[in-house]
């Protein structure tokens, strides 16, 4: 069946390094695939979608691009901010209107 | 452009007790999700509306869990009994017609003790 699978966190980091979040998906057919942000005590926020193979989705900063061929979709950002710590869950829709999510990876940035 | 409205953000309850989520999704909207969100884990779907039908609600357990979507607006999850396990986060969504993703509200958070 569909499924995601992401990195496992927290991943911690220091202000300005560098960020990537593994996200890799099961699925039957072409999904659609989201980035979701969820910040203390908050539901889910989109943070960015990629529709079809090799689009790109960015938003404030963060990037991901939709590879088809590694059935991936991994989320990357040049140089975090304190602001950025949250939980991040990828997730996808199959074309059947439910979103199947990972299971979130935290992400802690230091001054 | 008003979100996703949920209520109450928060209910403590004693278990064997009923408890019942209320949610607004964005104006026009015609999909209606409940998604459970366990402590450290993901959101997984409970049921899914369209407009006042439910379509998907293979993960619901309808033993204790039922959901309405009156005039597939607004819509109301209940627990009847709730258990100790059934302490989570429970999430309603709302997509537009066409499309793929999906805005959530802000999440009732339940206790049960």
């Known amino acids: 069946g569909d499924s995601v699978t992401q990195m496992e966190g927290p991943v911690t980091l220091s202000e300005e390094a560098f960020l990537t979040i593994n996200c890799t998906y099961t699925?039957?057919?072409?999904?659609?695939l989201f980035w979701y942000v969820q910040y203390p005590g908050e539901g889910l926020q989109l943070l960015l979608k990629?529709?079809?193979?090799?689009d790109k989705g960015s938003n404030k900063g963060f990037e991901a691009t939709y590879r088809k061929e590694t059935t991936s979709f991994h989320l990357e950002k040049g140089s975090v901010q304190v602001s950025d710590s949250a939980v991040y869950f990828c997730?996808?829709?199959?074309?059947?209107?439910?979103?199947?999510f990972g299971k979130g990876t935290m992400l802690l940035v230091s001054p | 452009e008003a979100g996703v409205v949920q209520s109450p953000r928060y209910k403590i309850i004693e278990k064997k007790q009923p408890v019942a989520f209320w949610c607004n999704p964005i104006s026009g909207h015609n999909t209606l999700y409940w998604y459970r969100q366990n402590l450290g884990q993901g959101p997984e779907l409970l049921i899914r509306y369209e407009n006042e039908e439910a379509v998907d609600d293979s993960q619901l357990p309808k033993d204790r869990f039922s959901a309405e979507r009156l005039k597939g607006v607004d819509s109301t999850l209940k627990i009847q009994p709730a258990e100790l396990g059934d302490s989570a986060v429970y999430l309603c969504?709302?997509?537009?017609?066409?499309?793929?993703?999906?805005?959530f509200g802000q999440g009732t958070r339940l206790t049960v003790v």
């Open positions: 969504a709302s997509s537009g017609q066409g499309t793929t993703e999906a805005f």
């Open positions: 990629a529709t079809k193979a090799d």
């Open positions: 997730s996808m829709n199959s074309g059947y209107s439910t979103l199947t």
């Open positions: 699925a039957t057919g072409y999904p659609s």
